[in-house]
């Protein structure tokens, strides 16, 4: 069974930073590309990040360009979303999500397997 378990998630006042991390279990995860999505209330899931399974290959949303960074563990099965300079519209549940190796990055129906999320909340 596929378990993907997120956490970093909290309170900060804008500009502040965390790290989010997701730990994966019952999968080969040195072969999985993984990405990171968020969603926020009343709003549509949406695409954050995404890193190819060997971690050469790193994807980010325009609003995430500059300010995130994602990488991945292959050791630990561990992937990561690093987060700076945060504002309040960064305010969403993060879900950290898995794919097969080949398939899209950003889309959303490419991914088969989704933690539970962590919360991120940014003051204003």
């Known amino acids: 069974q596929v378990q993907l378990v997120e956490s970093g998630g909290g309170l900060v006042q804008a500009g502040g930073s965390l790290r989010l991390s997701c730990v994966a279990s019952?999968?080969?995860?040195?072969?999985?590309?993984m990405g990171w999505f968020r969603q926020a209330p009343g709003k549509e899931r949406e695409f954050v990040a995404a890193?190819?399974?060997?971690?050469?290959?790193?994807f980010y949303a325009d609003f995430g360009k500059g300010r995130f960074t994602i990488s991945r563990d292959n050791a630990k099965n561990t992937v990561n979303l690093q987060m700076y300079s945060l504002e309040p519209e960064d305010t969403a549940v993060y879900y950290c999500?898995?794919?097969?190796?080949?398939?899209?990055?950003?889309?959303?129906?490419?991914?088969?397997?989704w933690g539970q999320g962590t919360q991120v909340t940014v003051s204003s």
């Open positions: 999500a898995a794919r097969p190796r080949y398939s899209s990055a950003v889309q959303i129906g490419a991914y088969d397997s």
């Open positions: 019952g999968l080969t995860f040195s072969s999985r590309a």
């Open positions: 890193l190819s399974w060997s971690g050469a290959s790193a």
